[in-house]
């Protein structure tokens, strides 16, 4: 999260993630909890492992939702997309994925 007010200090409560299908807008991961991994002035990063394992494959698209100063901000964008894909490795087929820009 960035260009918070002046105190990134007024963000208490830990943002949550929420995954969805970019063709469909079927959410495939709903409201997972982000871990904050350092803190400025004026922004928090956040990290978040996702586990693939039953998404389906496609197009995915991030959102975020958090507070400032007990103030909601929901759909905030993230990054970029993920393609998720399977791929065939030493005989085996494997869950892969990759980053696309936004259009």
Known sequence: MGNLPA???EVQEAPDLSVYD???GVAVQRYAL???TAR???SIQHGWK???KDVPCGLHAGVVNFQVGGK???GNAVG???RIFLQRENGKIIKKHKTIPRD
């Open 7 to 9: 105190t990134a200090a």
């Open 22 to 24: 970019w063709s469909t």
């Open 34 to 36: 982000m871990e904050e």
């Open 40 to 42: 400025t002035a004026t």
């Open 50 to 52: 996702w586990n693939m």
């Open 72 to 74: 909601p901000v929901v």
């Open 80 to 82: 970029q997309r993920v």
